[in-house]
């Protein structure tokens, strides 16, 4: 069964620096997300992104976050001036279809900020 | 604000036993409804309910939507070991399909 895929599953870097969360979603998906969940949390909704731009995002995702849809297959969710709460599992998610098909989730990033 | 709340947080039950969890919300422009199970990692998709009343069902799982209440239970019969997970409710809301999470069920299935 087809099926998204997340790299690296775990991520440790230094406050202040960059990271690049890469996703390679189901390939005829058409649709893609960020979500992200920090330990004993809920899973909280980051972005959503629809033929090449943003179709939504939260208040989380803010100037420091951006997304990209590199080629035809990978999907990135670029993090700058990592901090602290930056700590957390973020899990893409890609659905084929607008309104009638479920979202199915990769196996996640866990990332540590030092 | 929008809302979606389970309940209960955790339950320990042995196996064989039947268990329902429960989902209710307060989400909207509200599209669907969807159950996840999250083992260690990422959420699998179990049942996504857009119609009141239509039970869906595989296996020793179903479960059915009130969109009157606003809330949606998850029923799993003779328990196994295996069915031992978090079971998140998510709501989807308006036009861009965003999801919106509960905290989710912890299951605990002694044997």
């Known amino acids: 069964e087809p099926e998204v895929t997340q790299t690296p599953s775990h991520q440790v870097t230094q406050m202040g620096q960059e990271v690049i969360l890469r996703c390679v979603p189901i390939?005829?998906?058409?649709?893609f997300y960020w979500y992200r969940q920090i330990l004993g949390q809920k899973v909280e909704f980051l972005v959503s992104?629809?033929?090449?731009?943003?179709?939504?995002k939260s208040e989380i995702f803010d100037d420091q976050f951006s997304v990209e849809r590199p080629d035809g297959s990978n999907f990135t969710l670029k993090i700058r001036s990592t901090k602290l709460e930056d700590s957390a599992m973020y899990f893409c998610?890609?659905?084929?279809?607008?309104?009638?098909?479920?979202?199915?989730f990769g196996d996640g990033t866990r990332l540590s900020i030092l | 604000e929008d809302k979606v709340v389970q309940s209960p947080l955790s339950l320990v039950v042995h196996e064989g036993d039947t268990v329902t969890l429960n989902c209710s919300y307060e989400?909207?422009?509200?599209?669907?409804l969807l159950w996840y199970k999250q083992e260690k990692k990422a959420p699998t998709f179990l049942f996504m309910l857009?119609?009141?009343?239509i039970e869906k069902k595989s296996g020793r799982l179903s479960s059915i939507l009130d969109k009157k209440e606003l809330f949606s239970i998850l029923n799993i019969t003779a328990t196994q070991t295996g069915d031992s997970a978090v079971y998140l409710c998510?709501?989807?809301?308006?036009?861009?399909?965003?999801?919106?999470f509960g905290t989710g069920t912890l299951l605990a299935v002694q044997p």
């Open positions: 998610a890609s659905s084929g279809d607008y309104s009638n098909q479920p979202q199915h």
């Open positions: 390939s005829n998906h058409l649709y």
């Open positions: 992104f629809y033929n090449n731009e943003i179709s939504e």
């Open positions: 989400v909207t422009n509200f599209r669907s």
């Open positions: 857009t119609s009141s009343g």
């Open positions: 998510a709501v989807v809301r308006g036009a861009t399909n965003k999801l919106i």
